[in-house]
């Protein structure tokens, strides 16, 4: 019962940190139809930024992360204002291919620069913190941190798709991007404003990526994998949707490593299976699509 | 000075030539209606206008400015607003943030507000916050107009507003027209329902396969003239 109970509580702390991966995803995703084979090695990129400022200018890790944040947002309306955005279209193949290569480009970017070593952000005491629950049970603080991080992250942009003008201009673009130009809605500005979301998003997931696990710069891809299928478990496009799905596929790793330690990934795919079997099109599908 | 002036405007859809050397003028204030039946070039004509289709950019000038083929967005920002064929509102919106998000980031001056709309259409009042496509045809047809109007447009461009609409909705949609007018908005309509323009309208310019067939005011306009104007024989 008690090994019962622990597999849930620490599968949903896994799953808040496979939330973060994917609310970037989720978000560029609901807007403009992009799939972003790069999401993943841009939270890599992240995790090195964040190692790089902390390194190299000596700051504490919460400033570095900090900094980090609007560093990244500016990387992502740079990004789509001048590269994605003239791939984007009726066509979805070509953005696709675009963002594969980018992710090939980060990757040899970060080895060049960095070199194939692990790496790992420090947090200092708070990596092994912990607060007992009682009957054996103790929740970690920084999957805590991670997990609160997710929800929080979730409710603020919930919080701007459908309580400001801006997220109403993202809805309506999502809807129909031609008639939202005739409302006066410039579509290029707005998926760069996206992007730039979605990078500070991963600027998060990267930091507890980085404090949660060694990183190298090519572990992006198997990242952007849980990522992807914590998106379609939830629905495309919802994006509490994307946190009940990172939280399935956290549980499922997690029962599967307490049954036998190799069967942690795979116990996670075979939820998105099982998922994808019963509900084709996600738990939380929106209406529209 | 005309508020919208086009001149020997041509348009293409990749090979197709779609509008030959369209001239028309739209005058402060002024409401003309375009006929034509399928096919003619109405809706080319309102595209051309919006930015959606590229055209010359002397072609078509706006309070004497060039604005042919110039991005939607910029050209909508100078002070026009479209209902487009078929209303196209945005599906996961309320039907108060579709009126909302008519006046985004533009900011004409003038009488229309939500409070103003909803005088002018109580029912989408009442139905503020349902989704926007859970409302009837001809009250969608409202809300397309609303959201038109949010922006406080000098020219408003209604592409088919009656199309699938019963006749007592048609009636009460075109019943808006005059509070429009009233506020100094030019108005361009695009109609298959000739009766229906005839009666709104100062102007009339008739459409027939890609070229201007007809113009006038539709009191000197003989029936038979629009006829054959019409049907382009």
């Known amino acids: 019962m008690t090994t019962l109970l622990d597999v849930i509580i620490q599968g949903v702390l896994l799953g808040g940190l496979y939330a973060l991966f ?83 480009i980060i990757q040899n970017g970060l080895l060049e620069a ?43 942009l919930n919080q701007l798709f ?30 760069a404003v996206a992007m730039g979301i979605a990078l500070a998003v991963a600027a998060l997931a990267g930091l507890f990526l980085g404090i949660r696990a060694n990183f190298d710069p090519t572990i992006g891809p198997a990242r952007l994998i849980f990522a992807f299928e914590a998106v379609i478990i939830g629905g495309l496009g919802s994006l509490w949707g994307t946190l009940a799905g990172g939280i399935v596929i956290g549980i499922a790793q997690t029962a599967g490593s307490a ?15 099982a998922v994808l079997i019963v509900r084709p099109r996600g738990l939380f599908p929106r209406a529209a699509d | 000075m005309a508020l919208l002036s086009v001149e020997n405007l041509d348009a293409f859809y990749g090979d197709f030539q779609a509008l030959f050397g369209i001239s028309a003028a739209v005058e402060p204030g002024e409401t003309v209606a375009i006929i034509g039946s399928n096919g003619a070039g109405k809706s080319t004509f309102l595209k051309a206008i919006t930015g959606m289709l590229g055209s010359a950019r002397a072609a078509i000038r706006f309070e004497g400015e060039a604005i042919g083929g110039l991005p939607a967005p910029d050209v909508m920002k100078r002070g ?28 004409g001056s003038g009488r229309w507000s939500l409070r103003t709309l909803y005088e002018l259409f109580p029912i989408l009042g009442e139905r503020r916050n349902n989704p926007s496509m859970s409302l009837s045809g001809g009250q969608q047809q ?20 009656s199309l699938g609409l019963a006749p007592v909705v048609i009636r009460d949609i075109y019943a808006a027209l005059p509070a429009v007018k009233a506020e100094g908005t030019s108005i361009v309509v695009v109609e298959q329902d000739i009766v229906q323009a005839m009666k709104v309208s100062d102007r009339v310019y008739c459409f027939s396969e890609g070229r201007m067939t007809l113009s006038g005011s539709p009191d000197a306009l003989s029936r038979e003239a629009i006829h054959s104007a019409y049907f382009g024989h």
Request: aromatic share 6%; hydrophobic share 55%; with cysteine.
């Open chain 1, 259 to 273: 049954i036998n330690p190799e069967w942690q990934i795979l116990a996670g795919h075979l939820a998105f299976l």
């Open chain 2, 142 to 161: 409202m809300v397309a107009i609303g959201r038109a109007l949010m922006s406080n447009p000098k020219l408003l461009l209604c592409d088919e507003i």
């Open chain 1, 162 to 191: 459908y309580r400001t003008a801006l997220g109403r201009a993202f809805r309506a673009v999502s809807d129909d991007p031609s008639v939202a130009q005739l409302m006066g809605i410039d579509n290029r500005k707005l998926f």
């Open chain 1, 22 to 104: 994917a609310a970037g995803l989720s978000l560029i995703f609901g807007v403009m139809r992009l799939v972003n084979l790069a999401h993943g090695d841009l939270i890599v990129l992240s995790a090195f930024l964040i190692m790089a400022l902390v390194s190299f200018l000596g700051l504490p890790l919460p400033l570095a992360a900090l900094v980090a944040l609007p560093v990244m947002f500016a990387v992502g309306y740079a990004l789509q204002a001048s590269i994605l955005n003239r791939a984007i279209g009726a066509d979805i193949l070509p953005p696709l291919l675009m963002t594969f290569g980018l992710s090939i």
């Open chain 1, 114 to 156: 960095f070199s194939a070593d692990s790496r790992r952000l420090s947090a200092g005491d708070l990596e092994t913190a912990s607060l007992p629950l009682g009957g054996g049970i103790a929740i970690g603080v920084m999957p805590l941190m991670t997990l609160a991080t997710a929800v929080l992250v979730i409710v603020g």
């Open chain 2, 80 to 107: 026009i607003a479209m209902v487009p064929e078929g209303r196209k509102l945005f599906p996961s919106l309320s039907v108060e943030e579709n009126l909302l998000i008519g006046g985004y980031g533009r900011t």
